[in-house]
């Protein structure tokens, strides 16, 4: 029987929630005879295939350009899309952006930080151009599963991938899987 093939990537995030799909930990290694892993920030493959992949995962917020494009393109290369992890979600921490606007958290952030000498606001098209509003996935691409948490447990992913794999649609409710502690 063929593996699944799934594909990852984050967008603007701080890694926590790939840190929480490595921290299943053996289980990782078992889920590893069903799964193939195409392509993901933490290995030198970092697209997906342009043939495809059954799962794609998504990590972080909307903040750029370059966020949209990689959300567009892991949309038309997989066939279910999971966001995971509260900025993708809804924009999480990366959001808070928002409550000042894009130009004055950059002008913040790059020339009036107490340590900033000569600063300069990053403009390369290399990096994206950064958006107005930060915004979750699903308000660029359609998203068919999201697990919430910031970061989810590895549980939680544990959980999520295992149903998949077993052709079950994951229930994402409060419960055993999905806590708040």
Known sequence: MAKVRVA??????????????LD?????????????FTSSPVTDLKHPPA?????GILTGAIS???????????????????AVGDCATFG???AHRNLV??????????LETESTVDGLIPNSPELGLPLEKVTGIA??????LFIPGCPPR???????LSELLAGRTPVILPSEHFRYD
């Open 8 to 21: 990852t990537d984050w967008l603007a995030a701080c890694a926590g929630c790939h840190m929480s799909l």
């Open 24 to 36: 299943i930990d053996e289980r990782l290694v078992a889920l590893l005879d069903k799964v193939e």
């Open 51 to 55: 043939d495809g992949v059954t799962v």
């Open 64 to 82: 750029n350009s370059h966020n949209v494009e990689v959300a567009r393109q892991m949309r038309s290369r997989c066939q279910i899309l999971i």
């Open 92 to 94: 999480g921490i990366v």
């Open 101 to 110: 606007g894009t130009q004055a958290a950059l002008q913040r952030a790059y």
């Open 139 to 144: 308000e660029v691409v359609e998203v068919d």
């Open 154 to 160: 590895a549980d939680d992913f544990h959980y999520v």
